[in-house]
């Protein structure tokens, strides 16, 4: 019988990596995709939506094209338990599915009590919208009924977290759409961190598309002790309350639970890879690839999950079929929107390097860049969003 692979979670790595698999091996390996929801709603281009500028259906993708185009077997359940041993996973619906090699990209979870007051069952009160869907949907219905000349808070993660420019980006769309509806709102940034990822490019923006709206409180004003109060929506930053209305809290994250119950992640609560193939360093007959792993330079993004899932299923290949082995060489860019095709990029090509996947050449825009680079960036994000959707799930 064909070497079988299954894969948990059909997101930007798994769902590459399945459809990799299949179309690589011509067929000739069985792959399972295990994945809960029927939908999947891209984070990318989610504060495109919260902005007003994309539809929310846009950013939803279902798993029939990829199924039935690439004859990969997608099954909507959870995966529960991984029985490392015998080399099966246990789905929540109680079958067990057989691998001779594993892929697993669950994407994140949130760090316990990393906000203070804040828990997943405040989730309602207090969206964190980093996971997309109604989460996404809820910020967008609760900043579209918020009052007039109202604060909107945002507290961002620490290090790392998926996506490093989006929170940020959020501020950035968030303030388009209120600088139309409610010009008179406030944006307040509590962030734990010193420093953002292109925050000379973001902090240019706010100014000039969003003047007096933004302030942004870090370390050295008291960020760092912060803590929420759902109840009453309250702030409190370093014993100073704050009433906001509508409050965006991005806790701390973590590789998604079945990585940990797994036995793959280690105290960071990321799960160490090799940087050649993606392989787990507690047990190579798994894959660990995109949000969950850690790796190295590589930021937790869709780009690097897609590019470390093409590598992961050319190792499969390679295992499964002694298929030729290509050297690993990965790839990112993080594109974000600032304002109207106000559109920058920050990206890197990656090598393994030492045990640990390594920056090898990288590019960013700068902050003298005319309307038209500006325009071009954000039309190339566009083109890329078609083309890793497609990638993922055609
Ligand atoms: P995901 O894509 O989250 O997929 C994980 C999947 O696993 C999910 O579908 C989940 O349902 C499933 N799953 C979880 N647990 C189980 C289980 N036990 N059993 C079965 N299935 C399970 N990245 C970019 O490259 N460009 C951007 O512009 C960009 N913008 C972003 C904006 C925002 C606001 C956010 C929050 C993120 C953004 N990202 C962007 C980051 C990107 O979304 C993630 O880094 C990427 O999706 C990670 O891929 P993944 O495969 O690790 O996880």
Not at 186 to 202: E, M, R, S, T, Y
Not at 282 to 287: E, K, L, Q, S, V
Not at 343 to 370: L, N
Request: glycine share 8%; charged share 20%.
């Amino acid at each position: 019988s064909r070497p079988k692979v299954v894969v948990i979670g059909g997101g930007s790595g798994g769902a590459t990596a399945a459809r990799y698999i299949a179309h690589d091996s011509a067929a000739e390996i069985e792959v399972t995709l295990i994945e809960p929801t029927r939908q999947y709603y891209t984070c990318y281009f989610s504060n495109l939506y919260i902005a007003g500028f994309w539809d929310y259906d846009d950013l939803a993708h279902g798993y029939g094209r990829l199924a039935a185009r690439n004859g990969i077997n997608v099954v909507h359940d959870w995966a529960v338990a991984v029985d490392r041993e015998a080399r099966q996973v246990r789905l929540a619906g109680g079958s067990a599915l057989p691998y001779d090699r594993l892929v697993i990209s669950p994407g994140i979870d949130f760090v316990e009590d990393s906000v203070p007051g804040w828990s997943v069952a405040a989730q309602n009160a207090m969206p964190h919208a980093y996971r997309a869907g109604s989460q996404t949907r809820l910020l967008r219905d609760q900043l579209m009924e918020m009052r007039e000349g109202g604060v909107f808070c945002l507290v961002a993660p620490p290090h790392p977290y998926r996506c490093p420019p989006g929170p940020y980006e959020r501020i950035c769309m968030v303030a388009h759409l209120l600088k139309q509806r409610n010009p008179k709102a406030k944006i307040l940034l509590v962030d734990p961190k010193p420093g953002f990822p292109k925050q000379a490019l973001f902090e240019e923006a706010w100014q000039r598309h969003y003047g007096g709206m933004i302030e942004r409180i870090g370390p050295e004003s008291g960020s760092s002790t912060i803590s929420v109060d759902p109840d009453t929506m309250t702030v409190d930053i370093d014993g100073h309350s704050e009433t906001v209305d509508v409050c965006n809290v991005i806790p701390a994250q973590k590789a998604g639970h079945i990585a940990e119950v797994a036995g793959l992640t280690d105290d960071s609560g990321w799960a160490p890879v090799h940087p050649g193939d993606m392989t787990s360093r507690r047990d190579t007959a798994i894959h660990v690839l995109g949000d969950a792993a850690d790796q190295g330079d590589m930021p937790k993004s869709g780009f690097a999950a897609n590019s470390q899932a093409k590598v992961a299923a050319n190792a499969i290949c390679h295992a499964l079929l002694g298929q030729r082995a290509f050297p690993a060489r990965y790839m990112n860019t993080c594109w974000s929107l600032l304002g109207p095709e106000d559109g920058v990029k920050v990206g890197a090509v990656y090598e393994p390097k030492d045990g640990r996947i390594r920056t090898v050449d990288s590019f960013i825009s700068t902050r003298d860049e005319d309307a038209q680079t500006r325009q071009a960036t954000f039309r190339e994000s566009v083109d890329w969003y078609h083309a890793i959707t497609t990638d993922m799930f055609s």
